[in-house]
Every structure is written in structure tokens, then in C-alpha cells.
């Protein structure tokens, strides 16, 4: 203090006593217990309503200050009993070091208890997600908007492959474009295709990294904007891109896992942060407490934190650009009151889960070994668990049922990670409904391993008939008049968005299905086979009136005269068989032969085998 001069920036200025100055009330309790007063208002010429007002912020930012507090071993009561994450620490340091004598730190305070009241709401909306289903979330939302994500390593090769190909200032279409990129991949990534090349230009066009230049009855030319023409910049633009489509979709994702998802690794966390920094504007904290009440409209809410929506909406009212000399003690009192409440209930709320994961740890040590307990052991550790054992059948029954009917599910269906179940849905749906108290496990007949048995029979029967679902044949459905004109005019409207061309003539790809396929979703870039085999163009499907049009009727005709000369053998052949071998004079035995003969005989076309195996499998 000597040199009358900052040290940092060589500023002069006056000597003065430096007992004259307030001392920093919210940092001198980080350093010792005892809180003194005695030069905290010295600067300060106010009326008694200020110093109330100021009385009451100095004690809401020494309580929020004690959060930086480490936790003493010695003394239980000088800390806190939990662990703010790092953001919350930095925004928490950002509002203590604020002088709020001076307009510009009362200023500055206003600001920060703004930014830690959104972030404590980005906490607790983390909380309440489902952790295990994040990323299918994300990259669910990803597909939804025509993008698609490949992983860290391929996604990047693709974008430097783009990158390579438009860095120049070249102009390409999508077609040749994608082209380029699938045949340098296709060496050391054979899974990639031109679809989902495709999608990835996708994401980048939704980014607005292309000049686009339409052309007369031509693809359109894409060109790289320059300040996209390094590997930096477009991957920057590329992660910021799925980010905004995991806010809009709701998907909140802290910077560690966004680093994981995007690199497979945890070194771009500031890049991550920094993005989600920048794509935040004022109407970010609004859309995220809708988010947070939605969240917990969806659980039982045990700790009220719907009841902080009011001190929630005042920080989110705060104005980020308030003016330094326009902050007054009264308005500073109320952001801080309400910032105190937001940030105790997410310690009550973190606290509740700490004692959870406490006794989810302790519940793993009863079971542990837990079948010597039952045999009656005499040990001391046998004897221990069986006490334990009854203790969690009293206060935790429902974990009990969880494990139990989880380790029937398994012995009766198999192993599975997924919880679309259809009979594990029905149980959730149901579950608030049941009476835990007065269960009885159902007895289940002898007969059940004989008819699973014959089930999981029939289902592999028709696992091994997919390629009825390729590619290249569902577009067969769209003549099937028995199929539903809505289904037929999605899978119209999608064969329509396809680009013709020259499609190789190959053994198709079997697809994957699950619960949740629909016929439109066996739609793919070879579905265009049949018309350019046809020679028809696709113009037809994308008219409203697309199964009156003539090329519809053309082909239609044509292909009703074709016979399903693959499954004309194999029923035929189990006709035989079933006639040699299983004759009976049941008639609906003879019923069930008559009409799989009239199909042999070509009386049903090849496309409506398809939505008869889609019916069988629905």
C-alpha cells in the first residue's frame, strides 16, 4: 500500500487509512468463525430502512458463502453437510467478491445471483434425468430432426473428410458430396452408407455452415462458408448445433458428459462449457424452470421443490444488463432471499440422495451373500444380515419386490437392459395402483416351459423371414389395398424424399426389428429399386392423390401378376409334408390348407405376404 498504485495496472490512487474501508463480511467467515461488524458500515450514509435492507443482504451472502467452507472434521457446524459442483463454486465466488457498497458491485451481485440461481436450477434438472437413458435421448432427438451422430472417431473423419473436399471454396452437391466422403470412409469404417453421410451433411446445413446456390431442374451446389474452412471452427459450429437440439428437446447434459458423448474422452469440457456458455440468452432461465416443473410433475416431489417456482421466476425477472447506478439495497435483498431459498433446497434434495446412495450401499452388504443367512448359520456375520435382512424388508419392500420380480423376469424371459418391455411398462403404469402389503406371489403352472418353449419357437420362425421387411421390397406395400391408406402414404411421402439413381442389384440387408418399428421405418435408400428397375420416376408419390395417379395404377397392375415363387416352394413343400405325414379329417385343418393352397396357386401377390408376416409379428 506504499506505492499508491495497483499493483496490476499501475492505477494511482489516494492514501487513506485502511480501517476506513468495509470489510467483506462473506469473506471473513471463510477465514474465522467470528463475524465482526464494527467497520462494516463506516462507508455507508444511509437511513435505518437501507441498513435493515443491507443487514439482511450481508446475511444472505454469509450464509451462501459458507458453501466454500471445506468440511471441518473437527467442528461439524462450521461447513455444510454437501459438495456445490464446480460451476456452482465459481458463480458462488463471483457473488462474494462483490463490494456491495459501491453501485457497480450491488451491480455485479444482482448479476451473479441471477447466473447461480440458473445454474442451481440446471442442477436440479440434472438430477431428475434418467442418467441411463441420456444418451439414447439425445441421439433420439438428433434423428428426429434428419441429423445423426456416428460416434467420436468416425463423425470426426467425416468432418474432415468434408472439410477436405469444400476447404478450397469448391462448390458440390449434396449428392457428390456425400459420395466423396462414404468412399474415403468405407476402408477403415465399413458400416458407413450414403444415408448417413447424409445425415451428417444434415447437421451441418442445419448449422448454417453452407452457401447454398440453387439451380434450374439440377441439385442444388453447396460451398463451405469461409469462416468455416478449418477443422476447428466447423467442429465447433457442428457441437454447438447438437447441443441446441438437446436444450430443444428438453436434454440438459453437463459439460464432462457432453465431452464423453461428442470425443469419448473428458479433455473437451471447456469446449463443451463454453459452448453451452454462448448458446444461453435471457430466455433460457424461463424455458428452464418449465423444464425443472415438468420434471417434477413427474415425480412424487417429496421435498417441495415446487414450492421455489416463485423465488425461481424472481432471479429469472432479474435483467442481465441492469445498469450499475440503478440497483437499489431493497432490490438486491429480495434476488438474495431468493437465491438463499433455490440454493437450500438443493442442498435438502442432495442430502436426501446422499442418504439414499448410503442405504442403496448398506442394502448391496445385507444381500450380499444372503443365503447362508436364510440356511440358519450361527455366525456372527450370518446372524448380523439376518437382522438386516428383516430391517429392509420392514422399511423398503419395494426395492424386495423390484429384486424378486426382476429375478422372475429373468428365469422366465431371458436377459434384457431394456425398459420399453412391454410387460415391464405395464407394471410401471400400474405400479402406484398395487398393494405391496398384501402380495402373494402367483403360482405358475407347469405347463408354462412347454408353451414358452413353443413361443420363442414361433418367434425365431419369424425372425428368420425379415428380408420380407428389406429395403428393397417394402415398397410392395404400397399396393396392398388391405394395408391402411395412412401407413401407405407415409411410406409414399418418405419413398417420395429419396434421390433416384442407379441402385446396385445385391443380396439385401436384413433389418433389425423392435417394439417400436413401423413399416415406414424399413424405408431406405434402396427402396428406389423397384421404380428404377420399372423405369418410373418417383414424381407420383408426392401428390395427395398419389394412389389415383396412373403410373400408380401402371404398376399396380404389373405387379399383381407376379407370383411369391420363393414361398410357393416352401409352402408347398410343408403342404406335402403336412399332408404325408399329419392328414386329418379336422376341417379347419382342411380350412387352413384350402387357403394356403389359393396362395400357392397365385391368387395373392408377393406384397401382401409382406403385411401378412407384418401382422404376425405385430
Not at 33 to 46: D, G, V
Not at 142 to 164: D, N, S, W
Not at 395 to 417: D, M, Y
Not at 466 to 482: A, G, R
Request: aromatic residues 8%; neutral net charge; proline residues 4%.
Amino acid at each position: 500500500m506504499h506505492r499508491k498504485q495497483c499493483p496490476l495496472d499501475a492505477t494511482p490512487f489516494q492514501q487513506e487509512d485502511i480501517d476506513s474501508f468495509p470489510t467483506n463480511q462473506a469473506l471473513l467467515l471463510l477465514v474465522t468463525e467470528n463475524k465482526t461488524e464494527e467497520n462494516s458500515t463506516k462507508a455507508l450514509q444511509n437511513g435505518d430502512d437501507c441498513k435493515n435492507d443491507e443487514k439482511v443482504v450481508s446475511t444472505c451472502i454469509g450464509e451462501l458463502a459458507l458453501y466454500l467452507k471445506p468440511l471441518s472434521s473437527g467442528n461439524q457446524k462450521t461447513g455444510n453437510s454437501i459438495t456445490l459442483s464446480r460451476p456452482m463454486q465459481r458463480k458462488l465466488v463471483a457473488l462474494v467478491h462483490c463490494q456491495l457498497v459501491e453501485p457497480v458491485g450491488r451491480a455485479r451481485a444482482l448479476r451473479a445471483a441471477r447466473s447461480l440461481g440458473e445454474r442451481t436450477c440446471t442442477e436440479l434438472i440434472l438430477q431428475h434425468q434418467n442418467q441411463q437413458q441420456l444418451s439414447s435421448m439425445l441421439w433420439a432427438a438428433v434423428r428426429t430432426r434428419g441429423c445423426q451422430f456416428l460416434g467420436p472417431a468416425m463423425q470426426e473423419a467425416a468432418l474432415k473428410y468434408i472439410l477436405l473436399s469444400l476447404e478450397q471454396g469448391e462448390a458440390l452437391s449434396r449428392k457428390v458430396l456425400v459420395l466423396y466422403v462414404v468412399q474415403q470412409l468405407e476402408p477403415h469404417f465399413p458400416q458407413a452408407s450414403k444415408t448417413s453421410i447424409g445425415h451428417v451433411v444434415q447437421l451441418l446445413y442445419r448449422a448454417s455452415c453452407f452457401k447454398v446456390a440453387k439451380r434450374n431442374d439440377e441439385s442444388s451446389l453447396m460451398q463451405l462458408k469461409e469462416e468455416y474452412r478449418t477443422y476447428e471452427a466447423l467442429r465447433r459450429e457442428h457441437d454447438a448445433q447438437i447441443v441446441n437440439m438437446a436444450q430443444e428437446a428438453g436434454i440438459r447434459i453437463p459439460p464432462d458428459q457432453w465431452s464423453q458423448l461428442l470425443y469419448g474422452d473428458t479433455a473437451h469440457k471447456s469446449h463443451m462449457q463454453s459452448i453451452i456458455d454462448r448458446l444461453q440468452t435471457p430466455a433460457s432461465f424461463t424455458q428452464s424452470i418449465q423444464e425443472l416443473m415438468i420434471a417434477l410433475s413427474r415425480t412424487e416431489d417429496t421435498h417441495n421443490l415446487s414450492g421455489l417456482s416463485n423465488d425461481f421466476n424472481t432471479l429469472a425477472a432479474i435483467n442481465p444488463a441492469t445498469e450499475d447506478s440503478s440497483v437499489t439495497w431493497s432490490q438486491l435483498k429480495i434476488a438474495l432471499i431468493a437465491l438463499r431459498n433455490v440454493v437450500k433446497g438443493l442442498e435438502r434434495f442432495l442430502q436426501a440422495k446422499a442418504k439414499v446412495k448410503g442405504l442403496t450401499e448398506h442394502t448391496a452388504g445385507c444381500l450380499h451373500d444372503s443365503c447362508n443367512a436364510w440356511r440358519g448359520s450361527q455366525g456372527g456375520s450370518s446372524v448380523s444380515r439376518r437382522e438386516e435382512w428383516n430391517v429392509l424388508r420392514q422399511n423398503q419392500p419395494a426395492l424386495i419386490s423390484e429384486l424378486v420380480v426382476g429375478a422372475a423376469f429373468t428365469e422366465l424371459f431371458g436377459e434384457t437392459k431394456s425398459p420399453e418391455v412391454t410387460l415391464f411398462k405395464v407394471l410401471k403404469t400400474s405400479w402406484d395402483s398395487l398393494d405391496l402389503d398384501s402380495f402373494i406371489f402367483p403360482v405358475i403352472p407347469p405347463s408354462y416351459q412347454r408353451e414358452k418353449e413353443d413361443l420363442l419357437s414361433f418367434i425365431n420362425s419369424l425372425l428368420r423371414h425379415t428380408w420380407y421387411l428389406t429395403e428393397d421390397l417394402i415398397p410392395l406395400v404400397l399396393f396392398d389395398d388391405q394395408l391402411s391408406l395412412q401407413t401407405r402414404t407415409l411410406i409414399a411421402q418418405r419413398i417420395a424424399q429419396l434421390s433416384s439413381g442407379w441402385v446396385e442389384i445385391r443380396k439385401p440387408t436384413l433389418p433389425s426389428i423392435s417394439q417400436k418399428s413401423e413399416l415406414v421405418d424399413f424405408v431406405g435408400e434402396r427402396s428406389t429399386l423397384l421404380f428404377d428397375l420399372l423405369k418410373t420416376p418417383l414424381d407420383f408419390l408426392s401428390k395427395p392423390d398419389w394412389n389415383e395417379q396412373p403410373e400408380y395404377v401402371t404398376l399396380g397392375t404389373a405387379l399383381k401378376n407376379l407370383s411369391p415363387i420363393n414361398d410357393s416352394c416352401e409352402r408347398a413343400l410343408g403342404l406335402v409334408t403336412r399332408l404325408n405325414t399329419k392328414i386329418t379329417r379336422d376341417e379347419d385343418s382342411f380350412q387352413d390348407s384350402y387357403k394356403w393352397w389359393k396362395l400357392i396357386r397365385g391368387k395373392s401377390s408377393s406384397f401382401k405376404l409382406i403385411r401378412i408376416f407384418w401382422e404376425s409379428i405385430r
